[in-house]
């Protein structure tokens, strides 16, 4: 009945439609111009129809006098037009001025610009897309102020340290990442292709702090790219094909310098010469062996457009990236599938739908620590050939640490795979243009795989690398019971993990102004989020043929499954939250709001599951001061805020005693395995709590140059902590570790200053400069209790701790001797006021810091501060400019006043070196900077100053020269836009490092600038054409 | 109104939220939880076998006790590697030694996992509680005397485990209530203990009374330790391996020498980043030739290299010195082809000589890496030792001949003629003789008060005790005094 009814009335509607009279007119913008595609709707009868594409639109209508209809299009201003009983219309619709244009999103909703009390930054999606970068966070280096990012590889698929305001924590410092509001970890974002990217906003301050737990380390919301209503579909294609090659090679010892001038450290350890003829030649150049020039590719098709209704926007992707070292051993390939999909499935409820797919591969060497390729190539002796015969390496057998790197390439199978889908359904109910009700459901699955394939590989008597016991690749066998011995052979691991997040989100928003003066925006919402994860490898030996054909668990021939080994996790964790945002605006010119959040989160004991994190901010707009009288001054804006936020990034079930330490041992000859306590429990862990001020100043200048800076004190305190503790708890067994605890206080303070410029439209050439500058101050304010300090990586093989994690500090400083110069003479040995035991003519010089007169070799009294890893200022500098269809635009990026550790050289007495040494001390008078050369015992390889160096460099990120074909020879061939370029990554970087990448981070703070042969980041030249239909 | 209802609306969420909590309370899954643990007789086995696992730390122990000792040298790669070991072969180690304070985070880690069990005692009753608890204790007192033998007074926690808090108010607690903590622990051992084991690796009746024959011999308590060592002696268990030169061998273990050996296996990889971690013996490889190319011996790490003057202690005639001390080119200069061996000299020092007791031979090779995965058992408690042992309590209470009866059957076994024990002095020179390279030299030259007079560099009333690990004061709240000298 009801149905019919309808149908009544939508036929009645429609016979009412064909008796009304017509109408007609068009759109047009302030300057005249036609707008296409138009939405209208009757007001009447709410019934919506879209102008044609030049603006001109036709309907028929009852009430000539009576009517209005309502005009909407994106970058306009809605506007109701009377028909007034005219049956031509002429509508002009007022362009939306910048500031209201600018939207940036913060979390459950969206605030322009110049309400913002805030400190946030964006970034356009095309900023990001046009470095050409494999990554997002690659991207994002030197874009934005007060977000540092640096390199933890430059290999294919290499992630990036995100830093947002420094270091605050000894842990975990990841800011949240949310695409389209599913959290992505610095792994995942892998999967995330940078091309699909509508903009990035970064919140920095406090007002993060609408993600309560999750919000200390900062907050990057991403968003992809989706359609526009009343738009025709349009094809894109942007893909570009580019050749790597590395930036640069280390200046080694050729093969004659080598046998000199080991000739002489062995004689000066008095040990017989090694080399008789050292007439060598240059030897053996392994870096030309083992860089190589590879291909980058990346290919993006779009389809994007809307209808009444419905905005769309689909993309496909395809990245390959080879590896300058590896080739495809080192090579990382990515498909990329989206949907983005918005419908109005009725007047008041709309939908939002994004779904991503992704496939990536990843394959990997062994790459930044003692025994990786880069750091067996630096080590590697050049008297010896890469082949002894066709088909043979040679062994380099001299040191058994050290092991032919191309070999090494050549038997690496070391690859995971990730398919991944990220999506969300959200629907949005607005009750009325000032509220609307928001339910949102997010999903991420990922499926990882990898596998390993280890063959049996000889690679020289003794190496530390060998799996086969001779040359023939012989297994070795083991025994497995009384007299009982079995082939090992080659050995496949295998790993697949799956992972799951789910996130429920409601939340209501509110927006209302009462006569232009009091805005009083709202959010009230809840959030729950589950996340589960688990995982089942398995080793297997005896894999047939030592083939990677047969590489699979399925293939192993151990008979009985001995010494196959299988294992698994599996994790859940849940996060329940409540939050509120408040913001009332003064006539546009005083802002207060205050956000609150309440979390629980399932990673804490009972005793502190739930924290409450409040944050007020407030702004002022000086140029709406009636007093403010400046001419040159566009827009002035004073903001400010304070608010508390949390670190909640540990481990799960970590506040209890798990019984998941090992505890093996042997009977009967056989492995029995027990249990023990891994890590004893800590019921009253809570999260990190971040306090942090921020003030800051947005400022336009003659409408061309914007300005902001910030100023910001960010203090970390009870941080998640892993410190030693006592022996006595009995934590230090296999498979122990300390408990995780609150203790310690890190501060940052800081300031940011960003600077743009655009030209004026009009101008010819378009010109667009942006500048940043990032300062920040890092201190530990204090560490646990009994606890000196927290020590991080060691030095050289089995060395000294070389970095730190201490009071007073910056979180990872370098601890180590200080050096004054080279003992010339015995005399000034002698004479020395310092005692310095075992000095010889020759040796370093350190300095007595305790002033007892004697250098202390046992303790660390006379170690000292030597800098870190952390830049004193970072930069970034973009240009673009446009003339006639050419553009050039570049970015750059510095980071200033960091150190780095040189710790890729092999202590070894065969191991290759750097050229410097042949500037060594010889004699007296020789060289007072570098120390004599001997394989006798020597302090001279202490972790000196000697070992760190300037880290400071300036990099040109990305060149681009691009030419835009006129539109009207396009349109003859019916393509929109079409635009070819040309780009060079990485050509440029100045720095006085001497290793292959002076960018050069790790996740883990405390071996951040500890350098062991860096993969470098590829310097490419690439060519790309953008093309729409 | 409508503000008011969603301001309501607002309060209402945030308050009742906590009634989540069961949503939040997210059990681990498929894992066991240390505080709902002990519910079965298995739970309690598995449990001991973690707390046998901290034995294979022994490695570190026998270093010292050698490099420490005039027997040895560090060696090694560089002076830097291992340069706490380096530290205390000069005698200038100090409060900060990543070494020691190995020594005394593992040896706790022992001791908490043998008093998390003994804190559980009591969960159930089941047939064969009383020989898991038994081993417990042989465990602990093993651990607490590794730990006295090191540091003197060291703090004394029993059959329960410890918090933070708790940590940075213990004291040290004096040396003879550690020892008499140990003594009764091992009495309440051996009165439960199998005289056989159950199981290769168990710990027997025999191996707990001769550890308190060794911890009475550490307190010059010679009666006491005479009367507990003759009883191992009458048991009649044990009796001389005849090739001393193979003794230490894979083919030997479990001979009737064997009172107690520390277990290794090659079945499992290992990897440098956690020495911990390893089911294979590392004392083997890290004591190996540095990139030896030859027969009969594996490849190594040139550490804990005998000196001249134990080579030299030996008489010529005597079949143990070549057993305990291989002079690499003498072995070298007699194999059929010399020059296609090879070997390299470390940085960390170089005397000719490696220990041939635990050293990486082919045949006794492991999972990758092999340089870790020896699975040649450390011989902890080997007859030997009882006997010598025995030796020195009869003296040290005037029953000279049987002194010399004990210390014959020794020389009689090496193959050199016997000798009348006319002064303790003999019997030291023959515990140095047959136990070199077994790391008890440092300790036994403190305990019969010669360290000064043979180790350069030892100051008396100082290099006794090593010092607490400096940290590990300031983590126990800085209250210890530390040892005197350091």
Redesign the interface.
Known sequence: MIRKLVMALLCSIGVLQVYGQNLSGTVLNERSEAIPYVKITVKSNNKPFLADGKGFFQVSVTDLTNEVLIFSAMGYQKQEVPVAGKTNLTVVLQELSQDTKDVVVVGYGTSKTKELTGATSKVKGEDIEKMNMTRMDQALQGQVSGVTVSSNSGSPGGSSNIRIRGLSTFGDNDPLILVDGVVYDSEGLNALNPSDIKSINVLKDATAGIYGVRAANGVIIVETKNGAINRKPSIEYNGYYGIQQTARKLDLLTAEEYAVIKNEAFAFGGQAMPFANTNLGTGTNWQDSVFSSAPVQSHNLSLSGGTLNTRYSIGLGYFNQEGIVGADKANFGRYNARLNFSTDMSEKLKLNSVLLFSSDMRSTLPENGIGSVLYNTINAFPNDPVYTSPGTFSYMEEVSDIINPIAQMMNQYNWSTANKFVGKEEFIYEFNENLSFTNRFNYNYANVDSKVFSPLVWYGEGKYANTAINADLESPEVEIADSVFIERGAAVYEERSTFLDLTYESFLNYDKTWNDIHKVKGTLGVSVFERKGQSLNGIAFGIPNNSLDYADISANTAQGGFLNNVNSWEFKERLLSAFMRAEYAYKEKYLVSGILRRDGSSKFGPNSRWGLFPTISGGWLLSEEDFFKSKSIDYLKLRMSYGVSGNDQIPNFAYRALLNGEGVYVFDDLITQGVAIGRPANPDLKWETTRQFNVGIDLTWLKVLNFTTNYFIKNTNDLLFQPDVSALLGSYGPGGYPPIINAGDVSNKGWEFEVAYQSDRKNLLQTNLNFNFTTINNKVVSVPAGVQYIPGAAFSVGGDVATRFQEGYEIGYFFGYQTAGVFQTQEEIDNAAVVQEGAQPGDLIFVDQNGDGKINFSDDSDKTNLGSAIPDFTMGFAFNFKLHGFDLSGNVYAALGQEIIRNYERQQPYANQLAYVIDRWTGPGSTNEHPRLTTGPTNNNLFSDYFVEDGSFVRLRNLQFGYTVPSTVLRKIHVESLRIYVAANNLITLTRYMGFDPDLSSSNALSAGVDYGMYPQARSLMSGLQIKF | MK?LI?VL??LV??VT??S??K????D????????N?FQTPE?F????????????SSFISLWIGEIASDNAIAG????????GLH?IDNM?????NVEL?NV???N??????A??ILENQDNIDFAGKAHILAEAKFLRAYYYFELVKFFGDV?L?IDK????EE??N?ARSPKAEVYAQIEADLIAAAAVLNPVAA????ATRGAAKSLLGKVYLYQNKFTEAAAILEEVIASGQYSLYQDYSTLFSVAAEGNPETIFDI??????GGSYG?L??L?GNAAVGFQGI????GPVYG?GNSYNLPTAELYAAFSPIDPRRAATVLDIEAFIAAQPNPASI?Y??G???HTGYYNNKYIKRQGE???????LTS?VNYRVLRYADVLLMAAEANYQIGNASRATQLVNQIRQRAGIPGASVNNIEKVYLERRLELSGEGLRFFDLVRTGQAAQYIPGFVTGKHELFPIPQ??I?????NWTQNPGY
């Open positions: 503000k969603y609306l607002a969420t945030i939220l906590p989540c909590e949503f939040l309370s997210v681990p899954p498929y894992a066991q939880d240390a505080e643990f739970d086995d598995r449990a001991l076998t973690g707390a046998y696992d901290l034995l294979q090694g790669e560089s002076v830097n590697d291992s340069k530290d200038t180690h100090g409060g900060v304070r005394f985070r593992w706790y880690t022992g001791i908490t996992r008093n998390y703090p926690i485990r410890i918090g933070i940590a940075r213990i199981q290769k690796g168990r277990e290794y296996t090659g079945l499992e956690c911990i971690c089911e540095r990139q030896y190319t490849d090879t390299a000299i940085a960390g020092g090779i492991g999972l990758p890496d092999n340089d699975p940290v590990e300031d983590l126990a709240g800085g």
